[in-house]
């Protein structure tokens, strides 16, 4: 029987001044905690982002920092800590929410997307009523995602070009 971890959201949210549209994710997967967002290797979030903004592939986390600010683009987690098993969303219980209204109040973020229906759902209970202001909820880029391959997750990420 696997049981329950308390994990507390140990990665800071990447934004400045500038930046236009806030992409928030549910919470660090075990293999991305203590690492960066979105770091296990079979995740589609980077090759996303860098397929829609024509980019070169992002290999380390200082090119990915440097890729989101030049593209406008923040990006945090719904969670700051809960209990969770393993890297299961759908696990996911006791939730403390980060505080979005940090990075709205700090940043002229015009839309926040959200990663995946989990991401989507939390943001809808803990984040919705402090913000008011509702995401738009893209296909999540995990690996668990199978029903969506690469090229239908890029054309439906394209919305973030758009946007910023």
């Known amino acids: 029987m696997r049981t329950y971890t308390h994990v507390v959201h140990d990665l800071t949210p990447v934004y400045d001044e500038h930046s236009r549209i806030l992409i928030l994710g549910s919470l660090p997967s075990v293999k991305s905690r203590g690492q960066f967002f979105y770091n296990h290797p079979q995740n589609r979030f980077w090759k996303v982002l860098a397929a829609v903004t024509d980019h070169a592939p992002l290999e380390n986390v200082e090119e990915k920092k440097q890729f989101l600010l030049e593209h406008q683009i923040a990006l945090w987690d719904v969670i700051a800590s809960c209990d969770i098993i393993g890297s299961s969303d759908s696990?996911?219980?006791?939730?403390?929410?980060?505080?979005?209204?940090?990075?709205?109040?700090?940043?002229?973020?015009?839309?926040?997307?959200?990663?995946?229906?989990?991401?989507?759902?939390?943001?809808?209970?803990?984040?919705f009523p402090e913000t008011g202001v509702m995401p738009v909820c893209l296909p999540s880029t995990s690996p668990a995602n199978a029903a969506w391959n690469m090229e239908r997750l890029t054309e439906a990420w394209q919305v973030i070009v758009r946007e910023s």
């Open 91 to 127: 696990s996911i219980k006791n939730v403390v929410a980060n505080d979005i209204g940090r990075v709205l109040s700090e940043a002229p973020i015009r839309q926040i997307f959200v990663n995946g229906q989990t991401a989507f759902k939390l943001y809808k209970k803990y984040v």
